[in-house]
């Protein structure tokens, strides 16, 4: 089995790795865009833009001990920041950049299946808590989803948003406080 930066090292050259990559680390950054925007069609538009963006610069990720998937999380956070600074978010189709040509080799939802995982995120506690979320200002929802719901160290989160660990645990505080505020 290969370890991580192997897989990233072969991905540099080989689109079949970064497909093990997208299928390993795809549901990740889905769900960390849903908890934040809280609009299933803009977490999808959000984790294809973030895949389809570390796809073509996947040549450029230096290698730094931490996992791929803060690579992948700041992408995502910087998709997240383009939404709620336009409030009207636009992905960059595929067929545009001409990046791929064939993507037969990554994952496809089936109606059926995207369906069923929106029944399941509509849930009333799922609702009251994204409303809650979303009552907190940008940077708070996101720290608040990567230490809680996706259990990332203060470091990685850090690494992810460009800030000082410092920062990010103040930010975690606040954000706490507020949560506990509005209930």
């Given at each position: 089995m290969?370890?991580?930066?192997?897989?990233?090292?072969?991905?540099k050259s080989d689109?079949?790795?970064?497909?093990?990559?997208?299928?390993?680390y795809?549901s990740k950054?889905?769900?960390?865009?849903?908890?934040?925007?809280?609009?299933?069609?803009?977490a999808?538009?959000?984790?294809?833009?973030?895949?389809?963006?570390?796809?073509?610069?996947?040549?450029?990720?230096?290698?730094k001990?931490?996992?791929?998937?803060?690579?992948?999380f700041?992408?995502?956070?910087?998709?997240?920041?383009?939404?709620?600074?336009?409030?009207?978010?636009?992905?960059?189709s595929l067929?545009?950049?001409?990046?791929?040509e064939n993507?037969?080799g990554?994952k496809?939802?089936?109606?059926e299946?995207?369906?069923?995982?929106?029944?399941?995120?509509?849930?009333?506690?799922?609702?009251r808590?994204?409303?809650?979320?979303?009552?907190?200002?940008p940077?708070?929802q996101?720290?608040?989803?990567?230490?809680?719901?996706?259990e990332?160290?203060?470091?990685?989160?850090?690494e992810?948003?460009?800030?000082k660990?410092?920062?990010?645990k103040?930010?975690i505080?606040?954000?706490?406080?507020?949560?506990?505020?509005s209930?």
């Amino acid at each position: 089995m290969k370890t991580e930066q192997q897989l990233v090292e072969q991905a540099k050259s080989d689109p079949n790795a970064f497909g093990e990559l997208y299928d390993q680390y795809y549901s990740k950054i889905f769900n960390y865009a849903f908890r934040i925007t809280g609009d299933y069609v803009i977490a999808c538009d959000i984790a294809a833009e973030t895949f389809m963006k570390a796809f073509t610069k996947i040549n450029s990720f230096q290698w730094k001990g931490i996992s791929v998937s803060s690579w992948f999380f700041k992408i995502a956070t910087n998709e997240l920041n383009q939404y709620f600074r336009s409030k009207k978010y636009t992905s960059t189709s595929l067929t545009e950049l001409g990046a791929v040509e064939n993507t037969s080799g990554y994952k496809h939802f089936s109606d059926e299946t995207n369906d069923t995982i929106s029944r399941i995120y509509m849930t009333e506690d799922f609702k009251r808590v994204q409303q809650l979320l979303q009552s907190l200002p940008p940077d708070y929802q996101k720290v608040i989803a990567l230490k809680y719901f996706e259990e990332m160290s203060i470091k990685e989160i850090s690494e992810i948003m460009g800030k000082k660990e410092g920062t990010i645990k103040s930010l975690i505080s606040r954000g706490i406080d507020r949560l506990r505020q509005s209930l």
